[in-house]
């Protein structure tokens, strides 16, 4: 299974030296924000700049100004405590086609992302949704903070197995009600729902004032299209609704636009509304995804 390489030694070693940044957790002063960590009232200190009206001047360096005549600010790093939800779609059609291990995919890369958050001493938790007839379901780990406890995740990832019907809006929507402070919430799926359904749950997020980080997995076959023609008796994996089919020598090609398009309007979603996105399409290339695309998700180096 391809989440075991979560915590396989070699898999860490390129996350570490990564950080998460996060824009909308922290803020320097009003209308100012910044990536990753920021200055503030913390405990270390960082760096001098120079006095502006507002400043508080508890930091005023007195020994600069006795000796220098010089009114200058002492500026320390922040204590940047940023809660962060890896949320992880586990219905149903995650296991579908088997081949392509979109949940094994979905979960090392979601690990991963926990494990760079960590990096920082941030509480972070993973959170399984699957979809029931009463409503959602929403599993979650405790948070954890340090690297010491990253292993603590492997029988939550290890027992998680796909079902039940996609429900982010719903699942959106039981995440908040646990009143949690705004953080991170990094929503890994494959977004097959109505558009309005995933635009709903994205939307309830950001006006929450969440950091919204969204990993958009497909599998490389169901990219592909490529089914054979011929009389095919298909069954949602959610639904368990059946139907036959006719699949034509233009059936390929047509997979191949629909899959395209589907992630094209999640992407537009997510650029209109100034989310990072990211696209995971392949689990064969894993190590490239994480290289090239982590940093869109505001993964700094």
């Known amino acids: ?83 962060a939800t890896v949320l992880v779609d586990a219905s149903a059609s995650m296991g579908v086609p088997a081949r392509d291990d979109k949940l094994g995919l979905a979960l090392l890369l979601g690990v991963g992302l926990a494990y760079i ?38 029988p939550f990832v290890s027992a998680l197995k796909c079902g039940g019907e996609t429900r982010l809006a719903a699942a959106a929507g039981e995440l908040l009600n646990q009143r949690r402070p705004p953080g991170i919430v990094i929503l890994i799926s494959d977004f097959l729902v109505n558009a309005s359904d995933y635009e709903a749950a994205l939307a309830q997020l950001v006006a929450a004032h969440h950091e919204v980080k969204v990993v958009h997995v497909m599998g490389e076959s169901e990219m592909a299209g490529a089914y054979p023609p011929g009389a095919y008796r298909i069954r949602d994996a959610e639904s368990g609704e059946t139907r036959e089919v006719m699949l034509g020598p233009a059936a390929a090609p047509a997979c191949r636009r629909r899959a395209a398009e589907h992630a094209e309007r999640v992407m537009s979603f997510c650029t209109r509304h100034g989310l990072n996105h990211m696209q995971a399409f392949s689990a064969a290339r894993v190590d490239e995804t994480i290289l090239r695309d982590f940093p869109r998700l505001g993964v700094i180096v």
Do not use: C
């Not at 924000?33 to 009206?53: C, D, K, S």
């Not at 959170?127 to 780990?141: I, N, Q, Y």
């Open 1 to 83: 299974m391809l989440e075991k390489r979560a915590f396989e030694p070699e898999f860490l070693s390129k996350l570490d030296g990564l950080l998460l940044g996060a824009r909308r957790a922290r803020t320097v002063r009003a209308g100012r924000r910044t990536l990753g960590r920021v200055q503030g009232a913390g405990i270390e200190p960082e760096n001098f700049r120079e006095y502006t009206e507002g400043d508080d001047l508890r930091f005023l360096d007195w020994n600069a100004f006795a000796r220098l005549d010089d009114l200058t600010i002492r500026t320390f790093r922040a204590d940047r405590q940023v809660e």
């Open 117 to 154: 958050a960590m990096s920082e001493n941030d509480p972070v938790r993973l959170v399984a949704l699957r979809g029931e007839r009463r409503g959602p379901r929403l599993d979650a780990t405790p948070f954890y903070r340090r690297h010491e406890s990253f292993f603590e995740l492997r």
